[in-house]
Nanobody, 127 residues
């Protein structure tokens, strides 16, 4: 059974940094991709970033490119999302999701279809 557990969300001032973690279990090898999406109150779900565990190929939405960095520790089966220069519009509940079955990058947005997601971790950026 696949399980994804996020952590690291917090309250931070604009311009600050946070690192989110997603501990994954239930996968038999590293031939899968894990992604992060976020959802702010009253807004649609937004794909943020994803990474292919086997080769580290990473993808980002334009809204976070240059500020967020996704990485993985294949020994720990953990994916990290380093978020720098946070903005109030980054405020949302962040979820990790896997395995990603379909990935689309279109007009600066990242969309992916996946089967499992965690309980989410809340990021609040104050102005």
């Amino acid at each position: 059974e696949v399980q994804l557990v996020e952590s690291g969300g917090n309250l931070v001032q604009a311009g600050g940094s946070l690192r989110l973690s997603c501990a994954a279990s239930g996968f038999t090898d590293d031939r899968y991709a894990i992604g992060w999406f976020r959802q702010a109150p009253g807004k649609e779900r937004e794909g943020v970033s994803c990474i292919v565990m086997s080769d580290g190929m990473a993808y980002y939405a334009d809204s976070v490119k240059g500020r967020f960095t996704i990485s993985s520790d294949n020994v720990k089966n953990t994916v990290y999302l380093q978020m720098n220069n946070l903005k109030p519009e980054d405020t949302a509940v962040y979820y990790c999701t896997a395995p990603i079955r379909e990935l689309k990058y279109q007009s600066g947005t990242l969309r992916f279809a996946s089967d499992y997601w965690g309980q989410g971790t809340t990021v609040t950026v104050s102005s």
